[in-house]
């Protein structure tokens, strides 16, 4: 089961999905769906099939988003997360090979489209990691076997922390 945790970030990004999805482009593609289904038969009109299509998949998401977004708990920074790693955190960990990584744990609704450097706070990796401090050896078991990972580094989004002084 997926844990229903995200950023304010997180959560504002997929709040302006649905504005945008259900505002702007819903009612573009209803025009046009109308528009080609004056023209008379649907059946060959490839103008009206695409954008029905279109309009279903919308909907889809709209349905998604209006469902998903009240079960969402927005998670804030707090002063106590400072030097440890908990939702939220960037993370950099690096291997006894040097293999480097670095990555934002968060929740797994924030892991799609052009969401680069995140990963799941329900990976084994984010478990792992929770409550950790700066140099500590991590012992993570993946399909690989086992490895371990040194934390580096644990910092908190600028713009998050500046929100919370607002």
């Known amino acids: 089961m997926k844990t229903k945790l995200i950023t304010p970030e997180g959560y504002k990004k997929l709040y302006d999905e649905h504005e945008e999805i259900w505002l702007i482009q819903r009612p573009e593609i209803t025009k046009i769906v109308t528009w080609a289904a004056s023209l008379g038969d649907r059946s060959e009109n490839a103008d009206y099939q695409y954008n029905k299509r279109k309009l279903r998949e919308i909907d889809r998401r709209v349905r998604f988003l209006r469902k998903l977004l009240p079960e969402l708990k ?84 600028r713009q998050w922390l500046d929100k919370q002084h607002e």
């Open 74 to 157: 927005i998670i804030n920074y707090s002063k106590e997360q400072e030097g440890r790693v908990f939702f939220g955190a960037w993370v950099e960990i690096e291997n006894d090979a040097g293999e480097v990584k670095k990555f934002r744990i968060v929740g797994p609704e924030e892991i799609y489209g052009d969401a680069t450097g995140y990963i799941s706070i329900d990976s084994p990796m984010a478990r792992a990691l929770l409550k950790k401090e700066m140099g500590d050896i991590v012992t993570v078991k993946t399909p690989n076997g086992i490895k371990q990972w040194n934390i580096t580094s644990i910092r908190y989004t």
